[in-house]
């Protein structure tokens, strides 16, 4: 098959976006549809179904109290195809302090595809002053050959 045939972009049927909030919660939603997919090749045609897409974003925000910055969100996405089906789930949380000096970011990750499985991160961060900072992270993230711990502890020094 030549390289120019798979280089292609697939046409969209047609695809939806929704945005906003309620109270304290953001989202976002989109959906979109692929149309089937054609190579030809010389006097031969082939024909694949198109995927179709679908993402929602849901952030529930509070930072009513003392002025610290503490959202919580979920992200959920789907790829759907007759041959095979992909979805991914995700859980994210933030603080941010008054004072900006400390700050943590998590996510943990599930997914449903073979290679795949479940993971997740947390960042912490400290701000001494402008310009200095520490930071420690931590990872884990399943892998099909064995699971891997990644530990990360760096400092920045700026101006």
Known sequence: MPSRELGQPTELIGAVKAVGHFGKVRYGVLA???????????????????????????????????????????????????????????VDYHYLTSSGKWKLDGQFLQSDLDDAGTGGFVDVAYTVRRGLSARLGLSHFDDPVGEQLVMKLRYRLGS
């Not at 919580?72 to 790829?79: D, E, N, R, Y």
């Open 32 to 90: 979109a549809a692929e149309d089937e997919i054609k190579f030809d090749v010389s006097d031969i045609s082939y024909q694949q179904d198109g995927k179709d897409f679908g993402v929602a974003r849901f952030l529930f925000e509070d930072n009513s109290d003392d002025s610290a910055y503490r959202p919580v969100g979920t992200i959920s996405t789907l790829v759907t195809h007759p041959e095979r089906d992909a979805t991914v789930h995700g």
